[in-house]
């Protein structure tokens, strides 16, 4: 069974600009979670999506974003990018019956 | 809200030593606990998990991990660690079954000398 795929691998932005980051879950896998991770505050998390549905958000501000389609694969989009976006964005995919997460590689996003 | 130390930023060990790494969580009832490890350049790769039941839970790549309510405790274990052990370590908690916000330690760098 094929993993979490995550597109694309990396990313360069110049400040200001904005992204789409794709995430495709495992197949039968109806609940999306996207993670930040960054040197300096680690594993924070984004937003879980579930059918289509925002279920939980984290702290972060609106310019992050996301949706999930009623294939389950998810998009996040991060608007008005700041250097402090630079990071690995992991998007986890589970069942949605119990919160077992599978991560996928992650996009590496940088901002010049 | 729940909260994950992992007191050991990083620790060295010989191959074919012992490994323990530590993990500490912050939540009032029973959590649900998670080991993941992470290979440079990576994602998280899920090395088990702790719902409820049996409080030594065995993994993946010969990993084992233990469950203690009264430390508040849930440290990761392998008998004899192998070069490819080298990669960063993630204790993570959700507070239950539906809560897929997982809240994250700092990590465990471990390097594998030979």
């Known amino acids: 069974k094929a993993g979490v795929t995550q597109t694309p691998r990396y990313l360069i932005k110049t400040r200001g600009q904005q992204v789409t980051l794709s995430c495709s879950p495992i197949?039968?896998?109806?609940?999306v979670s996207w993670y930040q991770q960054t040197p300096g505050q680690g594993l924070q998390f984004l937003f879980e999506?579930?059918?289509?549905?925002?279920?939980n958000k984290g702290n972060f501000p609106g310019r992050f974003s996301g949706r999930q389609f009623s294939n389950s694969r998810s998009e996040m989009n991060v608007s008005t990018l700041e250097l402090g976006d630079s990071a690995l964005y992991l998007c986890?995919?589970?069942?949605?019956?119990?919160?077992?997460?599978?991560f996928g590689p992650g996009t590496r996003l940088t901002v010049l | 809200a729940q909260s994950v130390t992992q007191p050991d930023i990083h620790i060295t060990v010989s191959e074919g030593a012992s490994l323990e790494l530590r993990c500490n969580y912050s939540?009032?009832?029973?959590?649900?606990l998670f080991w993941y490890v992470q290979s440079p350049g990576q994602g998280l790769q899920l090395l088990l998990k702790?719902?409820?039941?049996?409080?030594l839970v065995q993994g993946i790549k010969g990993f084992e991990a233990e469950f203690k309510r009264s430390q508040s405790s849930f440290n990761l274990r392998k008998p004899s660690v192998h070069w490819s052990d080298a990669a960063e370590y993630f204790c993570?908690?959700?507070?239950?079954?539906?809560?897929?916000?997982?809240?994250f330690g700092a990590g465990t760098t471990v390097t594998v000398r030979a």
């Open positions: 999506y579930f059918s289509e549905t925002q279920r």
């Open positions: 939540y009032g009832a029973t959590p649900y």
């Open positions: 702790y719902f409820s039941g049996d409080t």
């Open positions: 986890a995919s589970s069942f949605g019956t119990s919160n077992e997460q599978f």
């Open positions: 993570a908690v959700g507070a239950n079954s539906n809560d897929y916000k997982l809240s």
């Open positions: 197949s039968g896998h109806r609940s």
